[in-house]
């Protein structure tokens, strides 16, 4: 397994061994700013637009889009024999219907993330059929599927974005959510 180094390593600062070791400080602190990103758009909607049908996000809301993204944290938060299954996540409707629900899970996501020290071997359950035939198991690591949901939360909060620029233009979001990292370097550098 690899130990976590700071962010604030350099190179030439430590032996060999350490300069090959992964670093996943920057990947938590990324996620907590995606945290808290989603901490400010439910605290900026209310109750009535946290849950009701979006057109452009084909019926469904803003609370299912946010429990989509929170829960496939909560897979990994919650792994059991070091097998991250995200199909059999619970779907749980409290998160997309009940505010303060969301606000407890994100607490809660933040306590795990402190308590992260080092990557580890995990394997991932995918079944990427329609009939449930298609079950197979392969080897991953928790900095793996970390870096996954991360980048599958930006995705919807892309999609979030959408829907409270075309919905809820009142509400003003941070102007990188929902945008890649990588995006955002992009436009910096052009803009350079």
């Not at 097998?83 to 059999?88: A, E, L, P, Q």
């Amino acid at each position: 397994m690899n130990e976590v180094t700071s962010e604030a390593t350099t190179s030439g600062s430590y032996p060999a061994a350490a300069k090959l070791r992964r670093q996943v400080a920057p990947l938590i602190g990324h996620t907590r700013v995606q945290f808290d990103e989603l901490h400010a758009l439910v605290s900026a909607l209310n109750s009535e637009q946290y849950i009701a049908p979006v057109p452009v996000l084909s019926k469904s809301s803003i609370g299912q889009h946010v429990r989509h993204v929170l829960e496939f944290y909560i897979c990994l938060m919650n792994v059991q024999d070091a097998t991250v299954d995200y199909d059999s996540r619970k779907r749980d409707r409290a998160l997309e219907t009940d505010r303060s629900v969301v606000m407890g899970s994100l607490n809660a996501l933040r306590d795990w993330m402190k308590s992260i020290r080092q990557d580890g071997p995990m394997h991932l359950l995918v079944d990427h059929s329609t009939d449930g035939s298609g079950n197979t198991r392969m080897g991953t690591s928790l900095y793996r599927e970390l870096a996954y949901a991360f980048d599958h939360g930006t995705h919807h909060m892309a999609l979030l974005r959408i829907a409270v620029e075309q919905h809820h233009p009142d509400i003003a979001l941070d102007p990188d959510f929902g945008v890649a990292p990588s995006t955002v370097r992009d436009r910096k550098n052009r803009n350079a």
